[in-house]
């Protein structure tokens, strides 16, 4: 199955799981202390965010170390910069459109 | 109305309010600068029509919106989804006559029904999975504050 960064970003809780990550590196144990769901839980969630890129995880000893990768995001600020240059567009043309039929009066 | 789930645009014309009101609602103006609309398109709550659009070059997608509320001069609210797939947001133009010759338009889409991700010909172009994210944004601006 095909992952990408919007697909990371759909569930609530990874999107908080980055935002912790962002900060900071984590163990996967003081990740899933987080929160009140099972680690195994977390688990899955941090799998598919290293699937999608945003997540690397290092093993050092017995820990494992979360570290986002906060780079994908970038294809996500690409889409939201168009979608409002868009919307920018269609509203500037609405704006000359105007000025053009005033001018005829 | 959730602030994430919104998206909102502010802009300000040299036209009467009446003036922007035609050029959003009348058929033969909105082809002008906005889409083309079908023949049948009504200024009547209740009513839907159809219309493509989608990036210039790309593919064009089949766009519906059903009338959901409208007060002259003042207020525009429609739905947009694409009609196949689930998914639901609402258009809403609001005017203000600031002066007789100066109109606000303050223009929002809020993003009601997540679009469907699971059709792999709309994940391909990002395009579906990009409205979703404007549902469910605000990480990105949050993860901004860490980075610099």
């Known amino acids: 199955m095909r992952r990408d960064v919007f697909q990371a970003i759909a569930d609530p809780t990874r999107r908080s799981i980055l935002g912790l990550l962002a900060i900071q590196t984590l163990t996967l144990n003081a990740v899933a202390e987080n929160y009140g769901i099972s680690r195994p839980a977390i688990s899955k969630h941090i799998k598919l965010l290293t699937e999608c890129g945003l997540v690397e995880i290092k093993q050092e000893g017995r820990e494992r170390y979360c570290t986002a990768k906060l780079e994908k995001l970038r294809e996500v600020n690409h889409w939201i910069t168009q979608y409002k240059q868009f919307w920018e567009t269609k509203l500037d043309a609405l704006g000359t459109y105007l000025t053009k039929i005033q001018k005829k009066k | ?148």
Do not use: C
């Not at chain 2, 009446?18 to 009547?44: G, H, M, N, S």
């Not at chain 2, 002066?99 to 809020?110: G, R």
């Open chain 2, 1 to 148: 109305m959730e602030q994430d789930k919104t998206f909102s645009l502010t802009k300000v014309y040299q036209a009467p309010v009446e003036t922007v009101w035609k050029a959003i609602t009348e058929r033969e103006q909105l082809r002008e600068w906005y889409f083309d609309f079908p023949e049948d398109f009504k200024l009547e709550v209740g009513s839907t029509f159809d219309w493509y659009g989608g990036e210039p070059g790309g593919k064009q997608w089949l766009h519906r919106g059903k009338m959901v509320e409208i007060v002259e001069n003042k207020k525009l609210v429609h739905t947009w989804e694409y009609p196949g797939y689930t998914g639901l947001s609402t258009v809403t133009w609001e005017l203000k006559a600031l002066d007789e010759n100066t109109t606000q338009l303050i223009f929002t889409q809020e993003f009601t029904i997540p679009y469907d991700t699971s059709e792999e010909a709309l994940r391909k172009e990002n395009f579906i999975a990009g409205w979703n994210y404007i549902i469910n944004t605000g990480l990105v601006e949050h993860l901004d504050k860490y980075q610099k």
